[in-house]
């Protein structure tokens, strides 16, 4: 009777341990354990060596068994048909775990915004290293060393490499792509850049600009005000207006500055727009002629305008941020708040 019973509880484990992969696998479980000549049958038979007194309780303890090995049958064979497992069930009705989803950054939404209006008008999109050599960042954009326009952006030297900056402005892409040499170029540089300013509500030590470039044979100023046009109506809408200053940039002549009428007040004047009814958006100008030829461009053939502008200041504006700060913070309260798709 002990012998049996070790016996029933090595089986049962066995039974138990048992996990079939597939139908054919549990069909092998049924002949093994349950078939006419299986395991079950075979214990079933030894009731007749127990002692008379002690019958009942085998007959008791051989039905279990026999139970256990049927429910394990069943459990397997749900489990081979993928409906069920044992200790585990699997309701393939029962709602899904939600994932909660991301939303998009508001200077990516504005990035955005901005190049796809620029898309529709052919400019393709590139980017260049957010580390840089002076050449890039300065010299080719013809501000040679010691140019005193160089103060004009507080730069973030490299320590170890007096030749690399963090660069100041995605104009550094321009030259990149200029020195490829492939003409026309119609591109659009969208990227982070550095400067050494204090940090506060109203400025910050890292920003974003999109970079505009056109070079080919017979460009004009006037392409360069027509395309900004289109930018600005499809940006603010058909009644804002736009003038143009004149300016200065060491990298384009003639340059200028364009503003557009306060999209907050409408040009009345507001505090945004400190009463002047205006509110400056970018810079822009012809490419100066020793940019062409620094980048092996022949000047006499080809002429381009480029232009620049932030994404942050556009984007409290739209979106009503009033600290620069919030942008860089990751605060999921504030980035939660942008949804749109674009
Ligand atoms: N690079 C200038 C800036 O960062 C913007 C600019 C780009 C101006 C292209 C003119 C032409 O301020």
């Known amino acids: 009777?002990?012998?049996?019973?070790?016996?029933?509880?090595?089986?049962?484990?066995?039974?138990?341990?048992?996990?079939?992969?597939?139908?054919?696998?549990?069909?092998?479980?049924?002949?093994?354990?349950?078939?006419?000549?299986?395991?079950?049958?075979?214990?079933?038979?030894?009731?007749?060596?127990?002692?008379?007194?002690?019958?009942?309780?085998?007959?008791?303890?051989?039905?279990?068994?026999?139970?256990?090995?049927?429910?394990?049958?069943?459990?397997?064979?749900?489990?081979?048909?993928?409906?069920?497992?044992?200790?585990?069930?699997?309701?393939?009705?029962l709602p899904g775990d939600p994932q909660p989803l991301g939303s998009r950054h508001p200077v990516t939404l504005m990035r955005n915004r901005i190049v796809s209006i620029f898309q529709r008008l052919g400019f393709a999109v590139a980017e260049g290293p957010e580390i840089e050599d002076d050449w890039h960042n300065f010299g080719a954009l013809n501000l040679p060393p010691h140019h005193p326009a160089r103060d004009m952006q507080d730069t973030f030297y490299i320590q170890q490499n007096p030749d690399w900056?963090?660069?100041?402005?995605?104009?550094?892409?321009?030259?990149?792509?200029?020195?490829?040499?492939?003409?026309?170029?119609?591109?659009?540089?969208?990227?982070?850049?550095?400067?050494?300013?204090?940090?506060?509500?109203?400025?910050?030590?890292?920003?974003?600009?999109?970079?505009?470039?056109?070079?080919?044979?017979?460009?004009?100023?006037?392409?360069?005000?027509?395309?900004?046009?289109?930018f600005v109506k499809e940006m603010y809408g058909k009644d804002v207006k736009v003038r143009f200053r004149p300016s200065y940039f060491p990298f384009t002549e003639p340059s200028a500055e364009m503003d557009v009428t306060c999209f907050i007040c409408g040009g009345s004047g507001c505090n945004i727009c400190k009463k002047t009814g205006w509110v400056e958006i970018l810079g822009c100008g012809m490419v100066h002629p020793n940019v062409l030829s620094n980048c092996g461009i022949d000047p006499n053939k080809y002429t381009g305008f480029a232009f620049g502008m932030g994404i942050e200041r556009p984007a409290m504006l739209k979106y009503g941020v009033n600290d620069l700060r919030l942008f860089s913070e990751n605060d999921v309260r504030f980035l939660k708040q942008f949804t749109s798709a674009i």
């Not at 992969?21 to 127990?50: H, P, Y």
């Not at 100041?168 to 020195?179: D, G």
Request: one cysteine or more; a neutral charge.
């Open 165 to 230: 900056v963090l660069r100041t402005h995605t104009s550094s892409v321009q030259i990149r792509e200029m020195e490829k040499g492939k003409l026309p170029i119609r591109m659009l540089m969208p990227g982070r850049v550095y400067r050494n300013e204090t940090v506060s509500a109203r400025s910050h030590c890292f920003f974003h600009q999109v970079e505009g470039l056109y070079i080919d044979e017979n460009v004009s100023f006037a392409d360069l005000k027509q395309t900004l046009y289109f």
């Open 1 to 93: 009777m002990e012998q049996l019973l070790n016996q029933i509880a090595e089986y049962k484990k066995e039974m138990s341990a048992f996990a079939a992969a597939d139908e054919k696998q549990v069909e092998e479980f049924r002949i093994k354990w349950l078939g006419t000549r299986g395991i079950v049958k075979s214990v079933m038979g030894e009731m007749k060596n127990v002692a008379p007194d002690r019958k009942k309780e085998a007959g008791q303890l051989l039905n279990e068994f026999k139970q256990f090995a049927e429910l394990r049958f069943e459990e397997l064979k749900a489990a081979a048909s993928g409906v069920m497992e044992t200790g585990f069930s699997l309701d393939i009705s």
